[in-house]
């Protein structure tokens, strides 16, 4: 592991500790499982794997340091106090541990457990409240999102924002407006009103028919590679649905601890895109896939949909698992000659394990090159929520990504994320701008014959008219 330990914790959160000696700070039958507690022989392997034990090398934030705290919080010899949420906060849920745990620990459901508990039994303060309540009150409502995101394309367009970057007002505005600007994605026109049709067909008999979802930061701002999906799906043989009536899977949710309204979005999901002739329910952005495919675990205590949603999360498939399985017609896929950097979303790599499908859908575009990023395992810093609620982390994780795509030195960055692509795209920008595309939108770029020299142009372009943030 060649990544720089930083040894820079971060800063405290507040609020009052619950749990006396004795006592488990949990409720009964609501904390992380025993059994999954004890499975943890704190052996050390995730160490190294871990994005915030890389930053600040701190034994409480590694994951045998934070499941530790978790065990003497159900023994209730610790309380959920500031400095045991602290450490709980500050874990970006990449799930790298569990890839490299040879024990089999699923630190998934433990921490998705913990943070359940923090969310109703700790008192977080109001400033933290505040934001984290404004965050779920947008991000997982398209029709919102898509309202805060479209004033961002005049705001690249006219010139303000590279303006902005590079004053000295900039410099001056508090930091953490500073970092949430220099997130601020390179939204188009395209990415805000194209979205996939309700229905496309294939030219001949369907090979499967796919329900698609279409997400909420997906379809608020990368409308445009829901559209390059559906053709995608259809070139290689599928009958695509995206109805218009869903929603928010839920996955932002869940893996912050909202675990109730997670489970409420995950039913009306369900009853949006589940018929009893879908052969499969297929996902473009690697964190709601994940989600999509737990349904089953999440409504495992409810009588009335624990079977459906196990029915339904059976079916669930990142598209690039739908691709790697079918064939595009012959010769359809033209040359694409570029050299580049494939990213391997977390919630794709780690908590699917899917990591050789995408990379086998873009080998088979000619010309296309494929590089390897050094320390592919660590976290980018998005995760979700993650870059929002604990920014100066992000941050970092972000930097380090950014220089580790650059040693490859590439044309371009594919990431299947969305929240990975916005994190990545604000790393890479500046004067030597690295482009960045779902790896569908490669797929359908080729099939539809588009010049690469042109494609990388156009979206090197985007990039520079923000400008860098100082």
């Not at 999954?36 to 090398?57: E, K, N, Q, S």
């Not at 479209?150 to 367009?157: E, Q």
Request: proline share 7%.
């Amino acid at each position: 592991m060649s990544l720089p330990v930083t040894r820079v914790p971060p800063a405290p959160s507040t609020g009052r500790p619950i749990g006396d000696a004795g006592t488990s700070a949990f409720a009964a039958g609501a904390g992380p499982e025993r059994g999954l507690l004890d499975a943890c022989v704190h052996c050390g392997f995730c160490l190294p794997t871990c994005p915030t034990y890389v930053l600040w090398g701190e034994e409480m934030d590694s994951p045998r340091g934070r499941i530790l705290l978790m065990d003497l919080a159900d023994r209730g010899e610790l309380g959920l106090d500031a400095t045991t949420v602290r450490h709980w906060d500050s874990c970006l849920g990449c799930m790298a541990c569990v890839t490299s745990c040879p024990s089999g620990v699923q630190y998934d459901r433990l921490i998705e457990a913990t943070r359940a508990q923090v969310e109703e039994r700790f008192a977080r303060e109001p400033a933290d409240r505040r934001l984290r309540d404004a965050v779920f009150r947008v991000l997982p409502h398209h029709r919102r999102m898509t309202a805060v995101a479209a004033p961002l394309i005049p705001y690249r367009a006219s010139g303000l924002q590279r303006a902005l970057r590079r004053s000295g007002l900039y410099r001056r505005l508090p930091a953490r407006v500073r970092r949430f600007e220099a997130l601020a994605p390179v939204v188009t026109w395209a990415g805000v009103r194209e979205q996939a049709p309700a229905l496309t067909r294939p030219a001949g008999e369907p090979v499967l028919r796919v329900a698609m979802l279409t997400g909420c930061v997906q379809r608020a701002l990368f409308g445009d590679v829901n559209a390059a999906t559906a053709r995608v799906l259809t070139a290689h043989g599928c009958e695509v649905r995206a109805p218009a009536a869903q929603a928010c899977c839920g996955a932002l949710e869940l893996h912050a601890g909202r675990a109730a309204t997670a489970a409420e979005r995950a039913r009306r999901l369900i009853a949006a895109l589940d018929a009893p002739d879908v052969d499969r329910i297929v996902v473009n952005s690697a964190g709601c896939g994940s989600t999509l495919k737990e349904y089953g675990h999440l409504l495992a205590d409810d009588p009335a949909w624990a079977e459906r949603a196990a029915t339904f999360a059976a079916k669930v498939a990142d598209v690039h698992e739908v691709l790697a399985e079918l064939e595009p017609p012959a010769g359809a896929l033209r040359p694409l000659a570029m050299r580049l950097a494939y990213h391997d979303a977390c919630h794709l790599a780690h908590a699917q394990g899917v990591r050789s499908e995408p990379r086998a859908v873009l080998a088979r575009i000619p010309g296309l090159e494929l590089a390897e990023i050094p320390d592919a395992a660590i976290c980018c810093g998005s995760a979700g929520v993650y870059n929002l609620l604990q920014p100066d982390a992000a941050s970092e994780l972000g930097r380090m990504k950014a220089d580790s795509v650059r040693r490859t030195a590439p044309d371009a960055l594919a990431a299947a994320n969305p929240g990975c692509l916005i994190q990545i795209s604000a790393n890479l920008g500046g004067g030597d701008p690295v482009p960045t595309f779902h790896p569908v939108e490669l797929v359908d770029a080729s099939l539809r014959g588009e010049d690469a020299a042109g494609l990388l142009a156009r979206r090197a372009a985007l990039v520079r008219s923000a400008g860098s943030p100082t």
